[in-house]
């Protein structure tokens, strides 16, 4: 057994986070081991409510503190934006990992690839988390943390425009890599068929993202 992975022995946050390390950059070799892991949905699970808290708490308390979204959300939240989401993130990342592990299962099915729908939402779940904290809560959450009450009201972003939209753009691309490698080795599809699911499946679930999110 690969020692990297071998994560029976661990404690389940461990585990977790052994996993999300190693789907992050070297995802066919990490889904492998993955699949053959009894623990494979409880991974998923702690990584869905890990990125739902960490994302949720520092939404409520940049809320707290004053913050406002930069875009008005499609669908207007009463009350404060950012302490409505503070307490619904987690469910809403729930509603994204379900809606696309449950395309890739079902489009899978389409063109008779292998994979259970547990396998999908774990993998949905562990190629999504690190490449988000590392592009995109890690400048986030300091802003909604730390800057001034009067800088957040104002809206006064503390990144350069051209940095902002980059690292947003990586983020997504990092995902995307990373999730269309799982996605083939899961359903035992090559790479350009594992490509197009992947996007397929990816559209909808982003859209249902982008109807919340600022």
């Known amino acids: 057994m690969d020692r990297e992975l071998a994560t029976a022995h661990l404690p389940l946050f461990k585990g977790t ?8 950059f070297t995802p066919r ?21 890990f990125i739902g808290i960490v994302y949720g708490l520092a939404a409520l308390i940049g809320g707290l503190r004053g913050a406002a979204p930069v875009v008005d959300p499609w ?11 503070g307490l619904i993130t987690p469910v809403l990342y729930l509603l994204y990992f379900t809606l696309l592990a449950g395309l890739l299962q079902l489009l899978g099915r389409v063109v008779k690839a292998a994979g259970t729908y547990e396998d999908c939402f774990s993998i949905a779940t562990l190629t999504f988390t690190l490449p988000v ?3 995109m809560w890690i400048f986030e959450a300091p802003a909604l943390l730390f800057m001034s009450a009067q800088r957040l009201q104002a809206q006064d972003w503390y990144l350069p425009a051209w940095f902002d939209t980059a ?6 691309a990092w995902v995307f890599v990373v999730l269309v490698q799982a996605v083939a080795t899961l359903q035992r599809v090559t790479i350009r068929k594992a490509a197009l699911l992947s996007l397929l499946a990816s559209v909808p679930a982003w859209a249902t993202m982008l109807v919340f999110l600022r």
Request: charged residues 20%; without cysteine; positive net charge.
């Open 17 to 24: 986070l052994r996993f999300v390390l190693a789907v992050a």
């Open 29 to 49: 070799r990490a889904t492998e081991r993955l699949l053959g892991d009894p623990r494979r949905l409880a991974y998923g699970t702690s990584a869905w409510l």
């Open 75 to 85: 669908i207007p939240m009463p009350g404060d934006y950012y302490v409505g989401m």
């Open 133 to 135: 904290l590392v592009t």
């Open 167 to 172: 690292r947003q753009i990586i983020g997504v």
